[in-house]
């Protein structure tokens, strides 16, 4: 009976103890404040739209080129 209530108590034990272990983790990390998160996400936005113009271009070029090809 022991035995049984064991196997039964043992999955929510490994449990509890994974959040615990995650909880302590998550007091590891850094969070960035406002300003960290601002200036990231600007940084993001301005490489976003680069490489937007950047595919952009190539698509045009390639599409001419393309169309210069199966139009003759």
Do not use: Y
């Not at 272990?21 to 600007?42: I, M, S, Y």
């Amino acid at each position: 009976m022991a035995q049984q209530l064991a196997r039964i108590r043992e999955p929510f034990e490994r449990g509890l103890r994974f959040l615990e272990e995650v909880w302590l983790e998550l007091k590891k990390v850094h969070w960035p404040g406002r300003q960290e998160t601002l200036a990231a996400t600007g940084v993001v936005i301005v490489v976003v739209l680069i490489v937007a113009v950047w595919l952009g271009l190539v698509d045009a070029v390639l599409a001419w080129l393309v169309s210069g090809v199966v139009g003759s």
